[in-house]
């Protein structure tokens, strides 16, 4: 089970920092990653992360912003977001995988080949 938690109003150029909380499964076998849903728009990729951290995968739009973290011992992922703007307002998922390289793929698509998903979390980002 993921549930991700830590969303909220923030002005445009705060910080947030989401965090995801999993558990049943060998966390730290798998790769983990975010996505996100605007109103009306398709789900996109934001970032996603290995198993041990190593690497890292980030969407054009949040590079430089945004960083992807996780604690294996917590069983829990982050996500820090800096430099917020109104155009980063979504719903906010966490999802893991096997490998990191699903989430690649999955770029264009939305986050179709994942594996498992949680419950999201909501961002809005007032100008």
């Known amino acids: 089970q993921l549930q991700a938690f830590g969303g909220g109003l923030v002005q445009a150029g705060g910080s947030l920092r989401l965090s995801c909380a999993a558990s049943?499964?060998?966390?730290?076998?798998?790769?983990m990653g975010w996505f996100r849903q605007a109103p009306g728009k398709e789900r996109e990729f934001v970032a996603a992360i290995n198993w041990n951290g190593g690497t890292t995968v980030y969407a054009d739009s949040v590079k430089g912003r945004f960083s992807i973290s996780r604690d294996n011992a917590k069983n829990t992922i982050y996500l820090q977001m800096n430099s917020l703007k109104p155009e980063d307002t979504a719903v906010y998922y966490c999802?893991?995988?096997?490998?990191?390289?699903?989430?690649?793929?999955?770029?264009?698509?939305?986050?179709?080949?994942?594996?498992?998903w949680g419950k999201g979390t909501q961002v809005t980002v007032s100008s």
């Open positions: 049943g499964r060998a966390f730290g076998f798998y790769a």
């Open positions: 999802a893991s995988d096997t490998l990191i390289a699903t989430f690649q793929r999955s770029k264009g698509t939305g986050g179709n080949g994942v594996d498992y």
